[in-house]
Structure formats: C-alpha cells, structure tokens
C-alpha cells in the first residue's frame, strides 16, 4: 500500500478561469443529458467508429438493444468531470475531454485542498500565501448527495448502490470515501461487485429488479467498465447487457456512457451541433469558448497539416482511463499508416488541437520520496446532475480536481502513474 501521489503545495490558477469552468459545469451536464436522449445522433455519428473499432461497437450494439425494446431510462443520474488546460499563448481555457464514466477522484482531491489549506496555515511564516485563496472542494459528498438521492427517487428503502469495480483496484480509497459518506451521511449501503461477479451472481426479476447476490439493487455506480480490458470475456458483457436491461439507475446508463465518447466530443464541435441539443445563445457561445480544435480523420486538409507538423495535434482514440494517446512524431507516423492502410480504420480516432499550458515548478511526493519538477496542470470540475422524467433535481458544479504533472510528460493519469494529485490556489 502506497500513499496518492500528491504536490505539497498548491497550483496557482486564474480566478476568472476557475469562474468560467464552474459556470459551464451545468450546461454542460444538460448537454450530456440531452445528447443522450437522441439515439439516433448517437448511432449515426458512431456508425463509422463502430466498424473499425470492436469495443465502441459492443456499446453501440448494447445501445441498439435498448433503443429496439423502447427502454426509456426515467431517472437519470450524471457524475461527471470536464478537464480543462490553460493555453499560455492565446490564455483560453481549453476542454480536455468531458468524463461521464468513472469520473475518479472526488474521495482524495478534496483530501488534498484540506492538506494544503492545513500547509499553508501551518507554515505561513515560511509561505506568504493566504489559505482561503484555496477554493472548498466537496466533491465526494456532493457526488454522495447525489447517488443517495437518485436512490431515494428509486423508492426502495431495502435496496443498496452497487459499485462496478476491476478485480484488480489501485485506487479504492478514492470509492471507499464516497461509501463512506453514503454510509455516515444517507445511511444507505453500498456493494462492491466485478462484471465477473455481476455475471455469477446477478438476475433481472419479471418486474426489471436487478438482484445482486440476493440483493435488490436501486443505483448501479460505474467505476469500471470504460475500457476493453475490463471485459475479459462474453460474461462482463452479458452483465452489461443485464444492468442496462434492469430498472435500477445507471451512473451512466449506455447512453451517458456513449455521449462522453471522444468522437461525440469532436461532433458536438462543428457549427450548428449544439443547436440541435441547447436552445439558449448564451450557453451555446460559452461552451463554444472552451472548445479546442477537434477534426475527425476524414478531413484531409487537416491531416495533412498534422503529418507536416504532428507537434500540434494529439490524436485520440475511443478510450478512456490514460495512456492511449499519440504525441509528437507518433502522430505523423500513426497517420500515415492508416493512409497506407487505408482500410477505414481512420475512424477509429480524432485529431484535436494540442494545448501548451503554462510550465511552473511543483514539488512532488511519490511514494514517500519528495522532487522538485518543472511541471504542466490540468483542471477537472466535477458536475452533479439528476433528473426524474421531466423534473430536473440536481444540476450542479460539485468540486474539482487538479492534477499535475512534469512537463515532458504527455500523458496525465494519476491511476494510470503519470499525474499527482493537486489543489489550486487563486490569483
């Protein structure tokens, strides 16, 4: 057992862009929702992805199954995470990628604001900074308030939250947290279960109760299940199949799932996308303003530009969970593969603007040992949203997260090893 990987002391952060990212938290959990409840925008604008690439195809046809048998989802619950950069040169707060699976961490970061408040209090002498610039960060009981409550609209007293979890889980503590605060706050009970197990141990009663090794389930919270590595075989995806059948609450439910994906991301992107989701020119514009450049691959003048300068793009794929990304020269040569190929499986991917935040210098604990490092940061802000049918209960900004990271690192997971966790102060 290790301790988080974490920066001793805070991140600073401009005001007006922390403001920003917290005012577009709600538009964009009603965008999710929204995109979510169309279908066919879904199928279509996967339907290239889906050929060339076996896992978004397994969604898409869980999907499919739902759509056919008129499954409407009544109470739906988002716990999302939109991840921000700061670009130094053109200073606009770009979005990374908005999360609507697993969105992890909102048990440790607000541990760590709580830990740096407390360093700064403790050696203000040393350190000139002032411990309220650290924003209150809630998340996990924010993200608690809102599973207990999407629990309470499921209307069974007897029934339990059960947590999707890998076999194998580094990060556990981060979900005992949010258990905890079930626990203490909402008296509800939580179960941990793996695909596998949901396999073994699950059934869906006549009247769509899913039953859990004899427990009834009212909300299904996934923390596993966003990558292929998840599902070893035919039995995690038939338990997929059998959560997505049931009437308990999805967190996400396959649609929320597949809004979150990399190529709706890009989609939602081109001109007059959003207006077939959001009515209000204002939210509209704001959301606009944090978009990077996103293209998908079939845009040849733009693939062109990335093989002659591959520096200023990333290509991404349909994966979730750090580590899958293509930087730099990889990206000339993944390119031109796929040209020689040709084969289709372009799809599979997007190319999107590369950011060039600021580089600062942090100092880094990993595993007891402590270094200084030049270093690059990236915002998350956790988003809360619930509905019943019509009636919207929850929709709100709920905490953040900073992770930061060394500056010649491209990729930013703390799971995966390659991020700390962090805290931000305002200036």
């Excluded at 439910?253 to 209000?280: C, T």
Aim: hydrophobic fraction near 40%.
């Amino acid at each position: 057992m290790v301790h988080a990987p974490v920066a001793l002391i805070p991140m600073s952060f401009p005001e007006s862009h922390w403001k920003q990212a917290c005012e577009v938290a709600p538009i964009f959990n009603e965008l999710v929702d929204r995109v979510s409840q169309d279908g066919e925008f879904l199928q279509q604008s996967l339907s290239r992805t889906r050929k060339v690439d076996p896992f978004t195809s397994r969604l898409l046809e869980i999907h499919s199954k739902m759509l056919e048998i008129n499954k409407i989802e009544e109470i739906r619950l988002g716990l999302h995470r939109s991840d921000y950069m700061l670009d130094e040169q053109t200073k606009l707060l770009l979005q990374i990628e908005l999360n609507t699976i697993s969105s992890s961490f909102p048990g440790l970061s607000c541990l760590v604001s709580e830990l740096h408040r407390s360093l700064l209090q403790q050696y203000r002498e040393d350190i000139a900074s002032d411990p309220n610039r650290i924003p209150a960060n809630n998340a996990v009981n924010q993200f608690a308030e809102a599973l207990a409550k999407a629990w309470n609209e499921y209307g069974d007293p007897r029934a339990v939250i059960m947590f999707v979890v890998q076999a194998e889980e580094r990060n556990m503590y981060d979900q005992h947290w949010l258990s905890a605060s079930l626990r203490e706050r909402h008296q509800v009970t939580t179960i941990r279960k793996t695909l596998a197990e949901i396999d073994a141990l699950g059934e869906l009663q006549q009247d769509g109760t899913l039953v859990v090794d004899g427990q009834a389930v009212a909300v299904i919270y996934f923390r596993a299940g966003y990558a292929p590595s998840d599902y070893n075989s035919e039995s995690e995806w038939k338990a997929r199949l059998l959560m997505e059948q049931s009437h308990a609450v999805k967190c996400p439910s396959i649609s929320y799932h597949l809004a979150g994906s990399k190529k709706i991301q890009q989609e939602l992107a081109k001109p007059n996308v959003l207006e077939r989701f959001l009515e209000n020119k204002d939210d509209i514009a704001k959301l606009q303003k944090c978009f990077a450049g996103l293209w998908s691959l079939d845009e040849s003048d733009i693939v062109k530009d990335a093989i002659d300068r591959p520096e200023l793009y990333v290509m991404k794929p349909q994966r979730e969970g750090g580590g899958n990304n293509i930087y730099g020269e990889d990206v000339r040569d993944a390119l031109l593969k796929l040209q020689k190929e040709g084969t289709g499986s372009d799809a599979a991917y997007i190319l999107m603007q590369r950011i060039f935040p600021k580089i600062s210098h942090s100092i880094l604990m990993q595993e007891g040992i402590s270094h200084k490092e030049q270093t690059i940061s990236e915002l998350g802000i956790y988003g809360t949203y619930l509905r019943n049918k019509t009636e919207v209960l929850i929709n709100q900004q709920a905490g953040y997260l900073m992770r930061t990271k060394v500056s010649s690192s491209n990729e930013g997971g703390v799971a995966a090893g390659f991020a700390v966790l962090d805290s931000i102060y305002l200036v």
